[in-house]
């Protein structure tokens, strides 16, 4: 559409005595017939705000352009009602990292104003997409984290569905006995809190319970999730043979070896070998619609079978960490061989690398677990001994307290060992360790032997949601079974858009770390509902309105934007084109880039948009000895990374040109198509890393970016141009001092070749 568009020039920071304002303001009237264009410092005043906001309602001003200080700042203040704000960055993009009165400043400067331009009436007016939503909250799990989130989000004044398998709420902490108390002097244990937020839950004329149900389905999406709740019984046989035959695909997929990066999703040919969950329902169920999920269904023990070299399964006074809670809250220890007295117990916290995986389910909370029953054998015995054998002891945070009380106990002795075995002697058993700070090979002899079992989350052997979604009924995991997210820098979130996880099935945890996850999920889940019921996008670029929009009538079944997607945004139709689900939709792009037939857009970033501003840059003929580079970033790290190098004042090459992208994933390759057919000597991709520590806030894209990169030879062939003029960077957010060299190593690699034969075509 054609917009009336207002330029707003800020020539505060420098920016006025660094640059030629008048030739920058031509650029603006005479090249793009700017309605309005004033040249004046710091537009984020008030005073200067009225005047753009006056311009707006005099001229019917459709678009303002703010060229100065980075988009990332002053986004309260340039926002105007019913208006697109465009942001052209000329402080830290230009004059804080190029010279001032440059000849090469100057013209990228003005590049920047075509760019911003051309963006800004490129704009397409499309309404948000609302549809009616629900904003209760569905709430798996009924133990500590689920009761915490439950009654967080009911005192919020949101209606929650709270569903238990058990018949009672409560989950492990009803057979635990005691629990640290989280408060001064940290050196006591009390009972666990279970009985008081059991009676909270009950009481709270919000939160509607399920006990001995489980979930049978999720369909739809944020903000009208149609859930199916049903009482456990017989039926769970037919679920788990359907969630058993998707864990075989999975676990083929995993195992295949294939150097091509993992699709976010199952693919659609193995989609089809999957029974479907019947759409008839001919049991007890109850149906209930919900604006956003909160997983909090929890663990289980690691498998002991492993650990048969230490004697578990032969002796039966070799139990693991769960089962001496389970004596513990009988009273008085005593051995289950011959129910004699414990007077001794050894804690072997570490297994050694014959076991398999010894470290995957390891954590803090194995430690605190083995002195949490030191100090039970201590109180119910005071002449009792107990045996802490460890590789790594880990108390975080206060808990450092309740370790040197136990430390200072003469009735507790602690040994950094590897243990060796376990025998039988009759009437104890020997546990033999090597101490691993003297060298020395230890033997003792003690009633009970305790050993450390992992934490392991529930989803890693069921589905527990169950989702009708092309893409599975699980959660994407990691290498540890937990949900696979941005666990950096997003907790709570998972790859399932307004599904939000919780306590021990995120992560292992203690009590108090569970309840503190338990109101961050209930906020989050929160916000997703609000946000989805006004058409908006959650993190991370949350309050987005736009959505993906496509032209069906060119879709040639491809079925990439289905299986590229992170977060399960589309489903099919049963001609094989696209199912959009937009609350679903995170706004990454992702699939605009995936999509060969470039019929897939948004409104404020579309195909056309982003070449569109690839031609408008102006390329110098060969003989001026003056390279162009296109560098498409990341907004996420590459962005924010570049204004900080403006900020520390690094200097390098002028001649390059950025342009943010949602996502390095959503990066079409007509664009690189275009650029180089244009004249442009070389293009940067710079995304988010990746990797097992990964930093990309859109899961897959900078690696999806990566591998598109990879088979750019052909385009490349075609054109007769070198393949060293295309590099791909990953660029953490930190790494802002890296960037001088990434350009200008590139721009000397450049420099080797003649310049692009296609200047001036």
């Known amino acids: 559409m054609d917009h009336k568009i207002g330029v707003y020039i800020d020539t505060g920071y420098g920016i006025g005595e660094a640059l030629d304002i008048d030739a920058l303001s031509s650029v603006a009237t005479s090249e793009f017939k700017a309605v309005v264009c004033r040249a004046e410092p710091y537009w984020s005043d008030p005073e ?32 105007f009602e019913n208006v697109i704000t465009e942001r052209i960055n000329l402080r830290e993009h230009v004059i804080w990292c190029h010279p001032a009165n440059d000849e090469d400043t100057q013209m990228l400067a003005e590049d920047y104003m075509r760019m911003g331009l051309t963006k800004a009436g490129k704009y397409e007016d499309r309404p948000a997409f609302t549809d009616p939503s629900e904003k209760g909250v569905l709430v798996i799990g009924g133990g500590i984290t689920g009761m915490t989130a439950a009654l967080g989000a009911a005192g919020a004044g949101y209606q929650v569905y709270l569903v238990e398998k058990e018949q009672k709420l409560g989950g492990w902490l009803n057979k635990f006995p005691k629990v640290f108390t989280g408060k001064p002097p940290y050196d006591e244990l009390v009972d666990p809190p279970i009985p008081e937020k059991i009676k909270a839950v009950e009481g709270n004329d919000k939160i509607k319970v399920f006990l001995g149900s489980t979930v049978f389905s999720i369909s739809g999406a944020p903000g009208m999730f149609d859930v199916i709740i049903r009482p456990d019984g017989p039926w769970r046989q037919e679920l788990d043979a359907i969630q058993n035959q998707w864990l075989v695909e999975k676990k083929a997929r995993e195992n295949k070896g294939t150097e091509e990066p993992e699709p976010a999703q199952t693919s659609q040919e193995e989609a089809a070998k999957l029974p479907p969950v019947p759409e008839t329902l001919d049991f007890d169920h109850e149906k209930v619609s919900a604006g956003a999920i909160i997983l909090a269904a929890g663990w289980r023990p690691e498998d002991p079978s492993a650990l048969e070299k230490f004697g578990y399964g032969s002796h039966p006074d070799v139990i693991t960490s769960v089962q001496m809670e389970e004596l513990a809250a009988k009273g008085k220890l005593v051995r289950p061989s011959d129910g004699r007295e414990v007077n001794t117990v050894a804690f072997v916290e ?108 529930v989803t890693k052997d069921a589905a527990i949601l169950n989702l009708k979604y092309r893409q599975g009924p699980f959660l994407p995991e990691n290498l540890y079974g937990f949900n696979d ?83 399960g945004a589309y489903d099919e139709k049963p001609d094989g084109t696209p199912l959009p689900n937009p609350s679903r939709c995170r706004r990454c792009a992702i699939c605009m880039g995936s999509c060969p037939e470039r019929i897939i857009s948004f409104k404020d970033h579309s195909v056309d948009m982003i070449g569109s501003m690839v031609k408008a840059i102006e390329v110098p003929d060969e003989y001026a000895e003056k390279p162009r580079v296109v560098v498409f970033i990341c907004e996420n790290d590459a962005l924010p990374a570049i204004d900080m190098a ?100 590139f721009m000397e690699r450049l420099s080797e070749f003649d310049p692009n034969p296609y200047k001036g075509f």
């Not at 009225?50 to 700042?73: F, M, Y």
């Open 350 to 457: 570490m297994v050694d690398d014959q076991i398999a995986h010894p470290w995957l389910y390891n954590s803090a909370v194995g430690s605190l677990v083995a002195l949490k029953q030191a100090h039970y054998l201590r109180k119910t015995n005071p002449n009792g001994k107990a045996y802490i054998f460890y590789e790594n002891m880990r108390a975080p945070g206060q808990y450092e307290k309740f370790y040197r009380s136990l430390q200072d106990d003469p009735g507790v002795f602690m040994s950094k060992g590897t243990p060796v075995s376990v025998t039988n002697g009759g009437s104890s058993l020997t546990v033999e360790m090597k101490d691993t700070l003297l060298g020395e090979t230890l033997k003792v002899k003690t009633d009970l032997v305790v050993l450390s079992t992992g934490m392991i989350p």
């Open 646 to 745: 403006g900020i520390h004042r690094l200097n390098y090459s002028p001649h390059v040109r950025f342009i943010p992208l949602r996502c390095l994933g959503n990066i079409n390759m007509v664009w690189i198509a275009d650029a180089l057919s244009k004249g442009i000597d070389g293009i940067l991709l710079i995304g988010c890393k990746y990797g097992d520590d990964y930093q990309c806030h859109f899961i897959k894209g900078s690696e999806l970016a990566e591998y598109r990169m990879g088979k750019i030879s052909e385009t490349l062939q075609r054109l007769v141009l070198e393949s060293d003029r295309i590099r791909v960077h990953q660029l953490a957010i930190d790494e802002y001092a890296m960037i001088p060299k990434l350009v200008d190593d």
């Open 485 to 567: 997210s941005h666990f950096i820098c997003f907790p709570y979130e998972t790859q399932r858009t307004g599904i939000y996880t919780a306590g021990c099935v995120r992560g292992p945890m203690d009590i108090l770390s569970c309840e503190t996850d338990a109101m961050g999920a209930a906020l989050k889940a929160i916000q997703c509902a609000e946000l989805v019921s006004q058409g908006k996008a959650v993190h991370p670029r949350a309050g987005d309105d736009s959505f993906p929009q496509i032209f069906l009538q060119r879709c040639t079944q491809c079925k990439r934007c289905t299986e590229e997607c992170p977060f």
């Open 48 to 79: 200067k705000l009225a005047i753009i906001r006056n311009d707006i309602a005099t001229e019917n001003l459709t678009a303002v352009v703010i060229a100065g200080p980075s988009s990332r700042v002053f986004q309260k203040e340039f926002s």
